[in-house]
């Protein structure tokens, strides 16, 4: 991981980091495993850790942070103009957390849905091949 990286995941709490990490690593294991994905280019943008899929441009950016007014979540962002929250929000809104049409929300004091969130990542690493 880059340096920069790296640091801009040890400025959050320690159960936020530990959270995004395993958000992470569903991100590059969800890539390594869809051909059309292709490689994630691991990035900062705002000063957080982001996922694009520069190469194949397959999917909508994911910005992986916390959340400022609930310091109990992180969220997994993806760009606004996106269909992605509204159509996870119809499909999981009772399982799910959201904010507005920008994020889904964590609480990394509960489990992990994996199931979900591994859906949510692949949708956005795939959004452009519709």
Known sequence: MDEQINAAYDRF??????RLFEIRHLIFDIAG???EIGPV?????????????????S??????????DHP???GIYVH??????????????????FSGNRAVLIDVNK???ETLIKMFL???LTYHLK
Do not use: M
């Open 59 to 68: 999917g909508t950016t994911v910005r992986l942070s916390n959340v400022k």
């Open 111 to 113: 489990p992990l849905n």
């Open 13 to 18: 709490d320690d159960l936020v980091r530990k």
């Open 33 to 35: 495993d869809h051909d």
């Open 72 to 74: 109990d979540h992180c």
């Open 41 to 57: 280019t691991e990035t900062l943008k705002w000063g957080e850790p982001s996922y694009l899929t520069e190469k194949s441009k």
């Open 122 to 124: 692949h949708k956005a």
């Open 80 to 97: 606004c103009q996106t269909r992605l929250i509204g159509e996870f929000r119809d499909s999981f809104g009772d399982e799910l957390e």
